[in-house]
């Protein structure tokens, strides 16, 4: 295991070394405009974002740079949870496909977490409690970056109410209300559950203040790219903007 300062060394080493990819003419980097700096990475504590044209060679140079990386400074790049994304004029049925997986983990984690309890006699009371404080708050990170596939809160949205109506050890349960109808508030006799679907659009709702309110990267970067020459004036252009926008990234 590396020490803090030879980490942040070999940190700045990678870093450089994937600018320095902007010299290469046979480089295709993301795509920005003329009036906007350039940006192939953005490094966090342990994780890093790489930015790149869909080239064979431009890929090919990136990887170069990784394995030159990893044989340097030991640091092993995990595959598991290494993830990419494709443009728009990908073909329609390999996104799908692709968007479908990046969710996957997070179904297992809810239903990795529910097994714990399955067949186990909690009251009411304590599995809205579990499901409150716990299982929810499993995806506020990942809603409030991306916008889930409608099939896959649908999927956790089943995965829910079984939990939350089960008592048996084997077999089915009655469902005596649907997720729907218990995510009503509680002032309305019902138990007050947050939709995903809510959920989304209250994130959505934070990113569009952040974007009329901060000057960080990230605004600066989403207005250079897809705003400079629009206006947004309300949420509901926003939220619609924000959709279109991932499907262009």
């Excluded at 084997?170 to 469902?175: D, L, P």
């Excluded at 990113?207 to 509901?236: A, E, I, P, V």
Aim: overall charge positive; glycine content about 4%.
């Amino acid at each position: 295991m590396l020490s803090s300062a030879l980490f942040i060394l070999g940190v700045e080493v990678l870093s450089r070394a994937l600018n320095f990819l902007f010299n290469d003419g046979q480089y295709v980097g993301c795509d920005m405009p003329k009036w906007s700096a350039n940006l192939n990475h953005l490094a966090y504590a342990d994780d890093t974002i790489i930015f790149a044209g869909a080239h064979e060679k431009s890929l090919n140079r990136i990887m170069k740079i990784l394995c030159r990386y990893k044989s340097q400074f030991g640091q092993l790049i995990n595959k598991e949870k290494s993830i990419w994304y494709m443009h728009q004029n990908t073909s329609a049925q390999l996104r799908m496909l692709k968007r479908k997986s990046e969710y996957s983990e997070l179904i297992k984690k809810v239903n990795d977490k529910l097994h714990t309890w399955k067949g186990k006699m909690l009251s009411f009371g304590g599995k809205a409690t579990l499901m409150n404080s716990v299982l929810q708050s499993i995806h506020i990170h990942t809603l409030s970056a991306i916008v889930p596939l409608k099939c896959v809160i649908n999927e956790l949205h089943k995965i829910f109410p079984k939990f939350f109506w089960n008592n048996k050890e084997i077999g089915r349960s009655k469902h005596w209300a649907n997720w729907q109808r218990i995510c009503l508030p509680k002032a309305e006799g019902d138990l007050g559950f947050k939709s995903l679907f809510d959920v989304s659009k209250a994130m959505f709702a934070k990113l569009w203040w952040k974007f009329r309110t901060d000057n960080s990267l990230w605004t600066n970067f989403m207005w250079n790219k897809y705003c400079k020459k629009k206006k947004y004036s309300h949420f509901g252009e926003m939220e619609r903007w924000l959709s279109s926008v991932e499907d262009d990234v």
